[in-house]
């Protein structure tokens, strides 16, 4: 009987972890007080005053440096902005042309639903350290590659040298605009209402020396797979000021 107990108990227990790890983590947007300028300083109080996004996790973590991705998000009428800082001891990049493989390189990415309800199809910025990026939407009906969409006003700064690891780097920082009405394939393009969500899988990959690949929202699976829009965290947007 005892031993009965015991695995009922092991049971309650891993149903329990399991149900925590599939949690989806959640984010409130709020709206800027003011005009963000998309320079890559961030030096805007509505930017000190957003909140940052649950530190990234490990999922499939082996060895290296664990180095930490802060993301924050601000929205207005026009734009849903975000940024990117990333701890970067060795900056790379090897890819400059638009809708190459920049995932390869120093790397973050956005992939969004902004209409959970209609399925499972995303939309996808790879974006790198230099700030190029491949665009485009995953409708899992046709080749990404087919299926491009508008690239976001980004610019980006660097505390350190790119591809030279005769010094050590710092960190590196992007920052976004995205225009709602730019992006109508799974969506009207329309601003966002008041509690609105939309799910976001946000990530950190690449980099030639201690590559990284980590993410806010984690992957359910075993293996490295970034692209499980099942497992995206969920964002809300709110008509309340970042500042008062």
């Not at 920082?173 to 008041?194: C, H, M, N, Q, W």
Request: glycine share 6%; hydrophobic share 35%; proline share 5%.
């Amino acid at each position: 009987m005892k031993g009965i107990t015991a695995l009922i108990c092991i049971g309650i227990v891993c149903m329990s972890l399991t149900s925590d790890a599939a949690e989806k983590p959640r984010y409130t947007v709020y709206r800027t007080t003011g005009g963000i300028t998309i320079d890559g300083a961030l030096d805007e109080a509505d930017w000190k005053a957003a909140p940052a996004f649950s530190p990234f996790v490990f999922p499939w973590w082996t060895e290296g440096e664990k180095e930490q991705t802060e993301v924050r998000m601000l929205w207005d009428d026009t734009f849903l902005y975000i940024t990117y800082t990333c701890s970067d001891k060795h900056i790379w990049a090897d890819h400059f042309d638009t809708n190459s493989q920049t995932f390869m390189d120093d790397c973050v990415e956005m992939f969004w639903n902004p209409n959970p309800a209609a399925g499972l199809a995303y939309n996808m910025f790879e974006m790198n350290c230099l700030g190029n990026l491949l665009s485009v939407c995953n409708d899992r009906k046709i080749s990404i590659h087919d299926n491009r969409i508008l690239p976001p006003h980004m610019s980006q700064s660097i505390r350190g040298t790119v591809n030279d690891d005769s010094d050590t780097d710092t960190s590196w920082t992007l920052e976004i605009a995205v225009r709602f009405s730019d992006y109508t394939k799974l969506s009207s393009g329309a601003t966002p209402k008041d509690g609105e969500m939309w799910e976001i899988g946000l990530n950190r990959c690449g980099g030639k020396i201690n590559p990284q690949n980590s993410q806010w929202s984690q992957s359910q699976t075993p293996t490295h797979n970034f692209h499980r829009p099942e497992d995206f965290g969920q964002i809300f947007f709110s008509t309340k000021k970042v500042r008062k």
